[in-house]
């Protein structure tokens, strides 16, 4: 650890952990039954504790520190009892404001990303369309011009923090071009008239996770509230979805451990033929396998941060750590499952919990299909390409 973390990135990490377990586990099991997490009332509480824009400049309220200390929250908040909490504050930090941070002009930037980081609003990103989630070529939202401003109509599906945000980073159409070209990435408050929530979608986990479908019918936004050049948004989401999978890869390592831990400890404690569970060798064989596994996805992830931070291009490297943490995870949710037997099936005990929640990870945020396809291209496998 001391390779990539000091002492200031350790004190980091326990106040963190205290937050955690004091300000969102104790909360977990009635926000889980809600269907939803008070987004409002916990980020800005985690405002407030300046943890909301740690890498982000100190002018508009962020940390200004470097990534390792995103490492180190993102680690901390998969730890969470659950995984929906995580996706929603890591949504906000990591997902629909990087490119805003980047990009975005300083007016937008006052406007929009310094409220975020103090917690006064809820951000969500807004990509994936009922016709169109993996292949982001295919959306058809569309942002025409009026003036000044842009007058957008579409819908966008499995929008993270969808019912609760005060603004989306929406990526829409805003030329004719077909294809990846004549996108742009807009701000949009969600108080805007034709701005609506079509419904808030049940899923299998992550149920403190609030999803949605939005609509947009006329809605009138600035031109100034674009997000860089038009035409550039889907370069700049390419961009931002790289963040988006090394967070969901970082947190997710955290989970794994947490439930292979649980899974080491209930081995302990139940007897089966005369002695502790955990004492059968395919059982702890397999379990030090699964931890094998996770520490390389660690390194990986690691590596990835390292060239992010070295200002190098980590999309193959990220896509990686990507598709292998959604594999692994699956594998530790099956495997400690089943060493749990039937009290790993039954919604009292959190295991049940673990294995629905991990199975978004290999859908979300770019399927493990469109994770291989750009390994793919990044090798040259393919002739032409």
């Not at 926000?31 to 916990?42: G, K």
């Not at 947009?216 to 700049?236: C, H, M, Q, S, T």
């Not at 400890?265 to 033929?273: P, S």
Request: proline share 3%; aromatic share 10%; charged share 25%.
């Amino acid at each position: 650890m001391s390779l990539y973390f000091n002492d200031e990135h350790e004190a980091f990490r326990q106040m963190v952990r205290r937050f955690v377990e004091t300000e969102i586990n104790p909360y977990v099991e009635a926000w889980e039954e809600q269907r939803i997490f008070p987004a409002h009332e916990l980020f800005k509480k985690m405002g407030n504790l300046g943890l909301l824009g740690l890498s982000y400049a100190e002018e508009y309220g962020g940390g200004g520190v470097d990534y390792w200390y995103s490492v180190v929250f993102l680690e901390e908040i998969g730890r969470i009892h659950c995984a929906g909490v995580p996706m929603g504050i890591a949504v906000h930090t990591d997902m629909a404001t990087p490119a805003l941070a980047e990009f975005g002009s300083d007016e937008l930037k006052q406007r929009f990303l310094a409220p975020a980081i103090a917690g006064d609003m809820v951000a969500a990103l807004a990509v994936s369309e009922p016709d169109a989630g993996s292949d982001v070529a295919a959306i058809r939202t569309r942002a025409e011009a009026d003036g000044d401003d842009y007058v957008i109509n579409g819908a966008k599906m499995w929008i993270t923090n969808g019912t609760q945000a005060d603004f989306v980073t929406l990526l829409a159409r805003t030329s004719g071009e077909h294809g990846f070209k004549g996108m742009s990435l807009i701000v949009v408050p969600t108080d805007r008239p034709g701005f609506g929530v079509s419904r808030k979608l049940e899923k299998l986990g992550n149920h403190s996770s609030d999803t949605a479908i939005l609509s947009f019918d006329n809605v009138r936004v600035p031109k100034a509230y674009r997000i860089g050049e038009e035409g550039g948004g889907f370069r700049l989401q390419m961009k931002q979805f790289q963040r988006e999978r090394l967070a969901g890869t970082l947190m997710s390592i955290s989970g794994m451990e947490r439930a292979i831990r649980m899974t080491i400890n209930y081995g302990r404690e139940r007897q089966a033929f005369g002695k502790p569970l955990i004492e059968n060798q395919w059982i702890y064989f397999k379990i030090a396998e699964l931890l094998t596994e996770v520490e390389a996805l660690r390194q990986l992830a690691y590596h990835c941060v390292r060239v992010m931070v070295a200002g190098g291009d980590m999309t193959k490297e990220v896509s990686m750590a990507k598709l292998k943490a959604g594999r692994v995870a699956r594998e530790v949710a099956d495997t400690c499952l089943q060493f749990h037997g039937g009290m790993g099936y039954v919604e009292e005990y959190p295991m049940a919990r673990y294995f629905r929640d991990a199975r978004l990870l290999s859908i979300g945020a770019g399927a493990d299909e469109i994770m291989l396809g750009i390994i793919a291209k990044c090798e040259g496998i393919l002739p032409g390409r």
